[in-house]
C-alpha cells in the first residue's frame, strides 16, 4: 500500500496503519511519504525566522502532524510494523523537504 503526503494531514495517524493492515495480506508492505521535520532542520527554520510561516495555524487545511525518523519510527513500531527503512529528497542532508518510509506489516 502506498499513502503519499497523506498521513501528515490525518487527525488519527495510527488508523492509517490500521486500515493497511485490513487491506494488506500477511507481511505487505506499506510505504509512506510525507514532509521531513528533524532537530537539525527545526532549529534551521527557527534561527532563520521561518518557524511560523512553516507551522501556521492559519492554513486552512495544512498539515496538523509533523514526523520526524523517531516519530515514524515510534508509530510504526506501535503498530508491530518492521523492516522500517528511511529515504529522503529535497534540498541538503538533515534538511531535506521528504522523507519516504518503507516497512512491512505484521499481521
Sequence with gaps: MIAVEVIEH???PKELVRNAKKC???NGGLILTTPY???LKNLVMAAT???DNHFTALWDGGHIK???VPTMTAL???ENCTNIKFKFAGRFPYLWKSMLCSSTIVQ
Design 49 to 51: 525566522g521561518k518557524m
Design 76 to 78: 510504526l513500531k506501535s
Design 24 to 26: 494488506l495480506k500477511p
Design 37 to 39: 521535520h528533524g532537530y
Design 10 to 12: 490525518l487527525f488519527y
Design 66 to 68: 509533523f514526523f520526524s
